[in-house]
């Protein structure tokens, strides 16, 4: 990459860490799923770390669609529900830019999603392959150890859960975790009714996420 390009890019990444920086977003999208699952997650996991590991996350994160040019305003964009998702050609491009300029995209596979998120990752990249996340990524260990990788909060098919990414050179740009549920364990306890020490670990690896999140904007420049 030349100097230009590399001035540019962090440019763009920069703009990730002004007044907007500590703003989080749910993706809004097409085709049937509901992505408006787990309506308390967002907020209880922002509560978590701000308490935490003292970050300075707006305590209401928006909701925007994939089309929006305001995408960029938020280093990280979570993705969930159950069922279909399609992105149109303009969504496909927007996505595209915004994760190869600094942004990240956290999809968890609320069960159901995994097969129709998948296809349309291939559209964004197709020249990128899902790559599973060895138990030593600093995701796991950055404020909490997770020596055996992600954590299982609810059990479905008797599965292990599972963390895969889309990388930019070293970069994770995206990451996609399934079989585990992390977003019901950040809901309201009455939500499911899981023991508090399966909340806490689900509390605790989305932390890890947040903090790899916001500590990787731009300094693998």
């Not at 408006?36 to 907020?43: D, G, I, K, V």
């Not at 990788?149 to 070293?170: C, R, V």
């Not at 977003?183 to 509390?203: M, S, T």
Request: aromatic share 12%; with cysteine.
């Amino acid at each position: 990459m030349n100097k230009f390009c590399v001035v540019i890019n962090c440019l763009l990444i920069l703009s990730f860490t002004n007044i907007n920086a500590q703003e989080i977003a749910v993706l809004k999208y097409q085709g049937g799923g509901d992505w408006y699952s787990n309506p308390t997650a967002l907020t209880n996991l922002i509560s978590y770390c701000n308490s935490t590991i003292n970050t300075k996350i707006d305590k209401t994160y928006e909701v925007i669609e994939a089309d929006d040019l305001n995408l960029n305003e938020y280093p990280y964009v979570h993705i969930t529900g159950h069922g279909n998702i399609v992105f149109n050609d303009n969504e496909i491009m927007n996505l595209r830019r915004y994760l190869l300029s600094g942004g990240f995209i956290h999809v968890d596979d609320n069960y159901g999603l995994k097969p129709y998120i998948e296809r349309e990752l291939t559209k964004i990249f197709p020249e990128k392959n899902l790559i599973e996340l060895p138990n030593n990524h600093p995701i796991y260990n950055n404020v909490f150890s997770f020596p055996d990788g992600l954590p299982k909060i609810h059990e479905h098919d008797n599965k292990k859960p599972t963390a895969k990414g889309l990388f930019d050179s070293d970069r994770l740009i995206l990451l996609f975790t399934y079989e585990t549920d992390l977003g019901d364990g950040w809901e309201d306890q009455e939500v499911h009714n899981d023991p508090e020490y399966i909340r806490l670990k689900a509390l605790q690896m989305g932390a890890n996420i947040i903090k790899y999140v916001f500590n990787n904007i731009c300094t693998h420049l």
